[in-house]
């Protein structure tokens, strides 16, 4: 079943925006890789310099071992303040919202 | 330019799962209705009492009305520890990585 995996964590702001998307795009293309990776949508907040990602990932084991190699990979760039969470999908409830469930979603 | 709404807390997890499919029903078909609104995935977590949503909305302002809004109403459900963060998207990272950027997407 498809898992939500959240990460947020401060940066420098100039390290984001446009700087970040030529900075990342390896990175980018390296995790659709990762075992059980879906999709990821890349938050940023270049006022408050915050960022992170909202992750779909196939199962629970895949998204765990995902974060926990993300989190010093983000700490080693300068990350502080690193926050990740991994949740279950209410697929009923995300259904009548037009959310992303995972269901008839292929893996990357 | 779309926004994501990053929202979760904690609340009893008796109250999640199937039962919060059923008591929300109406609600969800309620969030449909507001400004600016796209799409809401549904995250929670039976084993910690965490939950909240991944929102898609057409614009900050309307998400930082809808956010306001829904602190208060699941506060008055019982929700504590109340987190809530608005990010842009970064969209040639999240295009490279199959996420939802909100172009093309319709709102609702």
Chains 1, 2 share one sequence.
Request: no cysteine; aromatic share 8%.
């Amino acid at each position: 079943m498809a898992v939500i995996l959240q990460i947020d964590f401060t940066m420098p702001a100039e390290m984001l925006g446009e700087n970040l998307t030529e900075a990342a795009r390896g990175l980018a293309e390296s995790i659709n890789q990762e075992p059980g990776f879906m999709s990821k949508i890349w938050t940023e907040n270049t006022a408050t310099g915050e960022a992170g990602g909202i992750y779909h990932f196939a199962d629970r084991a895949s998204a765990q071992a995902y974060m926990e190699m993300h989190v010093k990979r983000v700490e080693a760039m300068g990350a502080k303040n690193i926050r990740g969470r991994i949740f279950d999908i209410n697929e009923t409830l995300t259904a009548i919202n037009y959310g992303q469930t995972g269901k008839g979603q292929t893996g990357h």
